[in-house]
T-cell receptor, first 112, second 113 residues
Framework: QQPVQSPQAVILREGEDAVINCSSSKALYSVHWYRQKHGEAPVFLMILLKGGEQKGHEKISASFNEKKQQSSLYLTASQLSYSGTYFCGTVDSGGGADGLTFGKGTHLIIQP | DGGITQSPKYLFRKEGQNVTLSCEQNLNHDAMYWYRQDPGQGLRLIYYSQIVNDFQKGDIAEGYSVSREKKESFPLTVTSAQKNPTAFYLC????????????FGSGTRLTVV
C-alpha cells in the first residue's frame, strides 16, 4: 500500500525551513527519500532502516519513528537548488515482497 | 564513471505493437527495478530482479515482461496487452534489495500514437 505524504506542496523563501512527512499503514523495514527535478531522474537522498541506521550523502536530515510507521524529512536553511518533488518510499517489514513503494510526492518550490 | 543507462530517451509506439526499453548498468549492482511514473501518481513498481535469471512482479506488472540474463542488463518489454502504456519509465539499480539507496537512469518517455 502506497505511503501517504504531506503536505502535497509547499512554497518557501530561500533560507526558510520545511518538514515533509511520510506515513504508512504497515510496519516498516526501511524508508527512502528521493528528490526529483522536472524531467529528470529521482536522486537518492537518504535511507532510514529499522533499528536506527541511516545512510545518505546530502546535508539533509530525517527521522524514522518505527512505532508510528512515520518518517519526516527536514530541510533547513533551504536553497534554490532544493526545489523539486520529494518522494518517500517504504519497504514493509514482512520481507519486502511488495518492493519499494513510493508516495505521490511533495512539490517544493523555493523562491528567492 | 559508473552509472545506469536507459535508451531510447523518447519512444513512439503504434497501438498493437510491442516495444522494448533498454536498461544497462555498470555499477556491479545485484538488484534492478522498473518503475512507471504518471503525473500525480508517484512511481509505481512494474518488476524487480534481485539476482540474474530471477525477477518478481510489482504492483502493475500486467502487460509488461522482463528478462535478466545478465547482471548488467534488465530490459522491459511493453506488450500490446498494456492498455495505457503512455508514461515515463524509470529503471533503477541498487547493491542489494532493501537496505540501499537506488540509482536511477534518466528515463524513457513512451508515447502511443
Amino acid at each position: 500500500q502506497q505511503p501517504v505524504q504531506s503536505p502535497q506542496a509547499v512554497i518557501l523563501r530561500e533560507g526558510e525551513d520545511a518538514v515533509i512527512n511520510c506515513s504508512s499503514s504497515k510496519a516498516l523495514y526501511s524508508v527512502h527519500w528521493y528528490r526529483q527535478k522536472h524531467g529528470e531522474a529521482p536522486v537518492f537522498l537518504m535511507i532510514l532502516l529499522k533499528g536506527g541506521e541511516q545512510k545518505g550523502h546530502e546535508k539533509i536530515s530525517a527521522s524514522f519513528n518505527e512505532k508510528k510507521q512515520q518518517s519526516s524529512l527536514y530541510l533547513t536553511a533551504s536553497q534554490l537548488s532544493y526545489s523539486g518533488t520529494y518522494f518517500c518510499g517504504t519497504v514493509d517489514s514482512g520481507g519486502g515482497a511488495d518492493g519499494l513503494t513510493f508516495g505521490k510526492g511533495t512539490h517544493l518550490i523555493i523562491q528567492p | 564513471d559508473g552509472g545506469i543507462t536507459q535508451s531510447p530517451k523518447y519512444l513512439f509506439r503504434k497501438e498493437g505493437q510491442n516495444v522494448t526499453l533498454s536498461c544497462e548498468q555498470n555499477l556491479n549492482h545485484d538488484a534492478m527495478y522498473w518503475y512507471r511514473q504518471d503525473p500525480g501518481q508517484g512511481l509505481r513498481l512494474i518488476y524487480y530482479s534481485q539476482i540474474v535469471n530471477d525477477f518478481q512482479k510489482g504492483d502493475i506488472a500486467e502487460g509488461y515482461s522482463v528478462s535478466r540474463e545478465k547482471k548488467e542488463s534488465f530490459p522491459l518489454t511493453v506488450t500490446s496487452a498494456q492498455k495505457n502504456p503512455t508514461a515515463f519509465y524509470l529503471c533503477a539499480s541498487s547493491p542489494g534489495a532493501w537496505s540501499y539507496g537506488y540509482t536511477f537512469g534518466s528515463g524513457t518517455r513512451l508515447t502511443v500514437v
